[in-house]
């Protein structure tokens, strides 16, 4: 299913129009959103556009833009931590710096961290990407697949990187190419894989 098959069956169970939905987006035309959900206007490749979408039609942001997990929102709320806790896990209540909310269903050990610096901001505007700022929340019960995301650790420190799959070879690879991949050994932890990406540090 596209992107824009996920938008339309979204936006029907909502009970809305193409109008209305457009026009919740900032004043997109019918015919604008009629052609996202064709796959024939590429206006809904801006990520920040995909989560406002996402949040008007009440169904996970990640499901809407990726086709990843449910489209299904269940509340639950998931403590934030610092990058140096994660080699501590699980979680104590007093690493918490606070709780951040999210509608996808995780596992109860689950955590979020916010992004720091650069090495996961992708070149391409096609990719997704992890901004300075965002909140990503990991689920550590899940087993990492090919091209999946994941926080690791490693000699030298934890750190957010795409699991990359090169014949019988894995990779942590930054999606910003001014940064190196990292060959996954025996020495690599990966603590979990990502699931949700939020923006609420924008404020």
Same mark, same amino acid.
């Not at 996808?104 to 300075?132: H, I, T």
């Given at each position: 299913?596209?992107?824009?098959?996920?938008?339309?069956?979204?936006?029907?169970?909502?009970?809305?129009? %193409?109008?209305?939905?457009?026009?919740?987006?900032?004043?997109?035309? &019918?015919?604008? @959103?009629?052609?996202?959900?064709?796959?024939?206007?590429?206006?809904? =490749?801006?990520?920040?556009?995909?989560?406002?979408?996402?949040? @008007?039609?009440?169904?996970?942001? @990640?499901?809407?833009?990726?086709?990843?997990?449910?489209?299904?929102?269940?509340?639950?709320?998931?403590?934030?931590?610092?990058? $140096?806790?994660?080699?501590?896990?699980?979680?104590?209540?007093?690493? @918490?710096?606070?709780?951040?909310?999210?509608?996808?269903?995780?596992?109860?050990?689950?955590?979020?961290?916010?992004?720091?610096?650069?090495?996961?901001?992708?070149?391409?505007?096609?990719?997704?990407?992890?901004? $300075?700022?965002?909140?990503?929340?990991?689920?550590?019960?899940?087993?990492?697949?090919? !091209?999946?995301? /994941?926080?690791?650790? !490693? !000699?030298?420190?934890?750190?957010? =990187?795409?699991?990359?799959?090169? &014949?019988?070879?894995?990779?942590?690879?930054?999606? !910003?190419?001014?940064?190196? %991949?990292?060959?996954?050994?025996?020495?690599?932890? /990966?603590?979990?894989?990502? =699931?949700?990406?939020?923006? $609420? $540090?924008?404020?």
């Amino acid at each position: 299913m596209s992107i824009g098959e996920r938008l339309k069956e979204a936006r029907l169970k909502k009970q809305m129009t %193409q109008d209305q939905l457009g026009q919740a987006l900032g004043g997109l035309t &019918g015919p604008t @959103i009629s052609a996202i959900e064709n796959g024939t206007a590429k206006t809904f =490749r801006d990520p920040d556009l995909v989560l406002e979408a996402a949040k @008007i039609l009440a169904v996970s942001p @990640i499901w809407l833009q990726f086709g990843l997990g449910d489209a299904e929102l269940i509340s639950e709320t998931i403590p934030l931590i610092d990058w $140096e806790d994660v080699l501590k896990l699980p979680v104590k209540p007093s690493q @918490i710096k606070r709780r951040v909310g999210t509608t996808l269903a995780v596992s109860p050990k689950s955590f979020a961290l916010k992004v720091n610096g650069n090495s996961m901001v992708a070149q391409s505007g096609d990719e997704v990407s992890f901004r $300075e700022g965002m909140i990503v929340i990991v689920d550590p019960e899940i087993t990492p697949k090919p !091209n999946s995301f /994941v926080v690791a650790s !490693n !000699n030298k420190e934890t750190v957010l =990187r795409k699991f990359v799959h090169e &014949g019988a070879k894995k990779y942590l690879q930054p999606l !910003n190419r001014l940064f190196q %991949q990292e060959i996954v050994s025996n020495k690599t932890k /990966v603590h979990g894989v990502v =699931r949700v990406i939020l923006q $609420e $540090e924008f404020d």
